[in-house]
């Protein structure tokens, strides 16, 4: 399975890479959201890890270009936010996310957890 980490803290992007990739998965990464669309373009992912704090195009706007293409649509993109208030995860919920993590509230394991149950409905 081929996942996208879309994510501007280093230390985190190499923490989650590993870890996925130890558990099997393809990874890939993009660190600001201009690369990251061009990135889930080209790979064709079967979920991206999105946060929602990033340089040149914010997370939010990654979400809304991805729900507006055809292509990119049924793609499942799981946030990882540091922005842990109501509105946001509602506001990234109504515009397509899966799913919406707060990063202080969920361990590494669980967060490969939550991406491997969605990948694993989505393939039923």
């Known amino acids: ?31 600001n959201g201009e690369d990251a669309l061009r990135v889930i373009r080209s790979q064709e992912p079967d979920l991206v890890l999105l946060d929602l704090i990033l340089p040149r195009k914010d997370g939010f706007a990654v979400l809304q270009e ?3 293409d055809p292509e990119l649509k049924p793609v499942p993109v799981v946030v ?17 996310a899966a799913d919406y993590l707060v990063k202080t509230q969920h361990p590494i394991n669980e967060v490969v957890e939550k991406v491997r149950s969605h990948l694993v409905s989505r393939s039923k």
């Open 1 to 31: 399975m081929r996942i996208i980490i879309v994510e501007d803290e280093i230390a985190l992007v190499k923490v989650l890479g590993e870890k996925f990739k130890r558990e099997g998965f393809d990874v890939s990464v993009a660190t």
């Open 66 to 68: 991805m729900k507006a």
């Open 80 to 96: 990882l936010s540091n922005l842990g208030e109501d509105e946001n995860l509602k506001r990234a919920l109504k515009m397509g």
